[in-house]
């Protein structure tokens, strides 16, 4: 947590920032003045605070975005013509980019991004999908289900779990996917930003019960579950990891550790809802599950902007570059020469040791953390598994692909990440980076190919061996092939809804979910 002079001092970085940034819009007679590459000398030098996050936002993109190669001069974009900062966000994701995919990854935050990302969240603390009762995807169905509930959470402490069925929703009875307002309805009533949210909920013994949860700010555990299961005569551990937080990493190791005490040889990651967040975390993870015979072996690179790889964008001066604490840190060659930036880093790569990561620049070396090793890891995905998720996902088939399986839905597709930009209120995210692993492979913009397809079931709780997913996985691991012919029939079906459907509802209740992976690990100056 930042203590007030800290935030003092940023502010004024920040307010510091806006009042360059107005500078480089209006006039270009001082070299040193200007910040940004493209000044438009007729702009007035008096501007409003609105017209001035404007100017930042397209600022900020035009030399840190990675397609920014051909975006417009500022004079020919003109931001201030746009009528919100949004409609000027959304006019640079529309620019035509070399090789530039779909950009469904950038976005404005308030704050609340880094917030969670710390593991503080202030919501209900549960989710909810649709259950496909007949395996048909166009009939529809009223069978709404809680998908998940976070531990600490408000809906936890009222006893929800997953696979819950929703009978009433704030008095409403009629919950069918087939009107498009109904999903509005439920999508706002449980995403949206009132203060509670009443149910009827039918349990799987039968009963009925009214509940009303309250919404509340609470530390977020990302671990759901963690359970050794039997396949056979092997022992797996299975852990459902939510968020890549930056408080879960010790938690994650203890885990960990567990497994092996436990005498698991193999592990099964549910990364089905898990959206991302902290890069830093995901390399500890990564670092727990990767056998140490790889130990000093690239697991990944990070390929910066170009614009960043050679030194040009010179807008992140007025980026301070916080320590582990949340400080700011001295630095001879910063803001004034005092303060630390973004401009200070070195984002080339850089490969001098295969033994010590702080001595390599954007490639992450693998250093064995604790002591259990797992002959074959499987992967748990859906629509939703983003970023961090895939981060790992990827570093692990980097290395072992022969003993690494994925197994649900093709994943969200999403190779690129970003730090957050702080302009005046706003936390401007645009994709910055790409990371690809030790075979030089990345580029999954539509999604992360599985080894074997099949839906989710959201009648079932983590850890029943009977879940599709989940018993899918244990075959693998006992039989050598993928089946769930143990599941009985009536929901056995391995199509399940079709994925034009299953997008049509994350699309209404996964809107609101954070789907990236944030560069947020000690940086190295710039030599």
């Excluded at 969240?121 to 259950?131: E, I, L, N």
């Excluded at 959206?275 to 975390?281: C, D, E, I, L, R």
């Amino acid at each position: 947590m930042l203590n007030k002079m800290n935030l003092r001092s940023i502010s004024k970085l920040l307010i510091f920032s806006l009042s360059l940034l107005m500078l480089a819009s209006s006039c270009k007679k001082d070299p040193k003045a200007s910040v940004g590459p493209e000044p438009n000398p007729t702009v007035p030098v008096v501007a409003s605070r609105s017209d001035l996050t404007k100017d930042s936002i397209f600022l900020y993109a035009k030399e840190t975005y990675y397609w920014n190669e051909g975006m417009p001069t500022y004079a020919v974009f003109n931001p201030r013509s746009y009528g919100s900062n949004q409609a000027v966000l959304n006019a640079i994701i529309a620019l035509p980019g070399t090789n530039k995919p779909t950009d469904k990854y950038s976005f404005l935050d308030d704050g609340s991004v880094s917030t969670s990302l710390g593991g503080v969240s202030g919501d209900f603390g549960f989710s909810v999908f649709y259950h496909d009762t007949d395996g048909i995807s166009s009939t529809p169905t009223d069978d709404l289900r809680i998908k998940y509930v976070s531990p600490n959470s408000p809906a936890a402490s009222k006893g929800l779990k997953r696979g819950y069925q929703i009978k009433k929703l704030n008095g409403r009875t009629d919950l069918s996917t087939s009107q498009s307002a109904t999903l509005d309805f439920v999508g706002n009533a449980v995403f949206g930003s009132a203060n509670s949210v009443s149910m009827t909920i039918l349990k799987p013994d039968g009963s009925l019960e009214d509940v009303t949860i309250t919404r509340a700010s609470y530390s977020n555990n990302p671990i759901f579950l963690t359970k050794i299961l039997n396949a056979g005569s092997k022992k797996v551990g299975y852990i459902v990891y939510n968020s890549f937080t930056t408080n879960s990493r010790d938690a994650l190791t203890t885990e960990i550790s567990k497994f092996q005490t436990a005498g698991a040889t193999e592990l099964i990651v549910d990364l089905r809802y898990n959206g991302g967040g902290s890069v830093a975390t995901a390399d500890v993870f990564t670092n727990l599950i990767a056998p140490a015979a790889y130990n000093g072996q690239v697991m990944y690179t990070t390929i910066w902007t170009k614009t960043m790889q050679d030194g040009n964008a010179k807008i992140l001066s007025h980026q301070p570059l916080l320590d582990a604490q949340g400080k700011l840190q001295s630095f001879t060659g910063g803001v004034n020469g005092v303060y630390a930036t973004y401009a200070d880093i070195n984002y080339k790569v850089k490969l001098v040791s295969n033994v010590d990561p702080a001595l390599n620049d954007n490639v992450e070396i693998f250093k064995k953390i604790g002591g259990a090793e797992f002959s074959k890891i499987y992967f748990l995905v859906l629509s939703g598994t983003a970023s961090a998720s895939e981060l790992l996902i990827n570093s692990m088939k980097g290395v072992m692909p022969s003993n690494v399986k994925i197994i649900g839905q093709k994943t969200y597709g999403k190779p690129v990440g970003f730090f957050a930009i702080k302009i005046d209120k706003l936390d401007l995210y645009v994709p910055q980076f790409e990371t690809k692993n030790q075979k030089n492979e990345g580029g999954y913009y539509s999604g992360m190919a599985v080894d074997y397809s099949v839906s989710d079931d959201v009648t079932k709780d983590f850890g029943d061996p009977t879940e599709r997913l989940l018993a899918a996985a244990l075959s693998y691991s006992e039989k050598g092939t993928f089946s769930i012919s143990n599941i009985p029939s009536k929901i056995a079906s391995v199509s399940g809804m079709s994925a034009f459907e299953t997008q049509r509802l994350n699309e209404v209740f996964d809107k609101n979910v954070f789907k990236g992976m944030i560069d947020d690990k000690l940086r190295f100056k710039k030599q």
